[in-house]
């Protein structure tokens, strides 16, 4: 009889939590397409939404009327107790793709993935404006989560030494799968047009665009960002040349860091020169990639750093940190830098958008380097992970 894997897809419903347009839930997307194309005879999946699970039981009903802590009721005193577990009948481990989806002690045997153990390596950027019971108990129950858990599948190297190191993991039952990329994802037609992109995106056509994708947390340094390109554009502007746009992109309008971001762009008097555009639709992503002429990610730290490979993979060259995973990913493909160092930013921009043979070298470089993340590989390595499990 083959064994039964219950995979947590609750990520891809845009009403749990935030997951859904975030790179976990890219994560859970891929992995799922993965997992429903396996037809080996030895592992058998079944999906489940923990929305769902909890629709129909008494307990979980008591958690609506809770006045805060709905979700964490249910995950950690509902699921654990086996409500909803009905559904799960039949499995031999569950998944779940992101440890603070999993509960703190579960009924059956399980793995959980960690994509970064970012709150507890930068607490005062995570616990600021939070009261300190509260970030306490979720760090609590998130490190029992990992450390119950039968497997633990980190998506690089350096998240694997963080869970050994911060968490206390034994490195035995760390289980690395890497993330990858979709070349096809990034592709344009035959029938494109960059000027019709610019104009949908009012970005001038006759200016060259530094682009950034992605959230704006604190760790996302993208304040220092916006700092860096006044200071480009002022060096160019003494240059005689030509002045970018900076493009960035992805869920902004959100975020409780907008209004800083705002303020600061005011500040430096960049309001016609920085473009808030918010989140890409997908059909618009690989259009915007091809009107960029450079990706900029000066992230603090990663878990993997997927809108890099992404930027690679569109052909764009990049310019990213030397930190976390983001080396482990980028290195070799990309200039990196010191992401608060601002010459340094500036210098390896600027020398981009004025040496087109270097922006090519980068192109080429990062190209080859995607070859090696592939969501293929990212489910093989992920079903190797269950078996070993499983064997245990």
């Not at 995570?126 to 858990?149: S, T």
């Not at 994802?185 to 682009?211: G, H, N, V, Y």
């Not at 960035?248 to 016609?272: A, C, M, S, V, Y």
């Amino acid at each position: 009889m083959n064994s039964k894997v219950a995979f947590d897809i609750s990520g891809l419903n845009p009403e749990f939590k935030a997951h859904s347009k975030r790179g976990l839930g890219r994560y859970i997307t891929k992995l799922y397409e993965c997992l429903r194309n396996y037809s080996d005879k030895d592992l058998d999946f079944l999906y489940f939404s923990q929305p769902e699970l909890y629709k129909k039981n008494i307990l979980t009903k008591l958690g609506d009327i809770l006045p805060y802590g709905k979700t964490t009721f249910k995950q950690q005193i509902a699921f654990p107790l086996g409500f909803g577990m009905d559904n799960l009948k039949g499995s031999s481990l569950i998944h779940f793709p992101a440890h603070i989806d999993a509960p703190a002690w579960c009924p059956k045997k399980y793995c959980v993935t960690v994509p970064d153990l970012i709150p507890q390596i930068f607490v005062d950027l995570y616990r600021a404006d939070r009261p300190d019971w509260r970030f306490n108990f979720a760090r609590f129950l998130e490190n029992k989560a990992i450390k119950n858990a039968d497997m633990v599948i980190a998506i690089s190297e350096n998240t694997a030494k963080d869970v050994h190191e911060i968490i206390g993991v034994p490195e035995e039952k760390i289980f690395v799968t890497p993330l990858g990329v979709d070349e096809k994802e990034f592709q344009i037609s035959d029938s494109f047009d960059a000027i019709t992109m610019k104009e949908k995106l009012k970005i001038p056509k006759d200016r060259s665009i530094i682009l950034h994708l992605g959230g704006i947390d604190q760790r996302k340094n993208i304040l220092t960002l916006v700092s860096v390109f006044k200071k480009l554009c002022d060096l160019r502007r003494e240059q005689k040349k030509s002045v970018p746009i900076l493009f960035l992109g992805g869920r902004i309008f959100e975020d409780e860091q907008f209004p800083k971001l705002e303020q600061k762009i005011k500040d430096l008097k960049l309001e016609e020169d920085v473009i808030l555009h918010g989140f890409v639709e997908k059909e618009d992503l690989a259009g915007v990639f091809h009107v960029a002429d450079v990706f900029c990610f000066l992230s603090l730290y990663e878990g993997f750093g997927l809108p890099v490979l992404e930027a690679m993979s569109a052909g764009l060259p990049v310019v990213c940190s030397d930190n976390s995973s983001i080396t482990e990913v980028a290195k070799g493909a990309a200039a990196l830098v010191n992401p608060q160092e601002e010459v340094e930013v500036i210098f390896a921009l600027n020398d981009i958008l004025t040496n087109p043979e270097r922006g090519k070298e980068l192109v080429l470089r990062g190209r080859e380097r995607v070859k090696r993340y592939t969501w293929k590989k990212t489910g093989e390595k992920t079903i190797e992970a269950y078996l070993s499990c499983l064997s245990n």
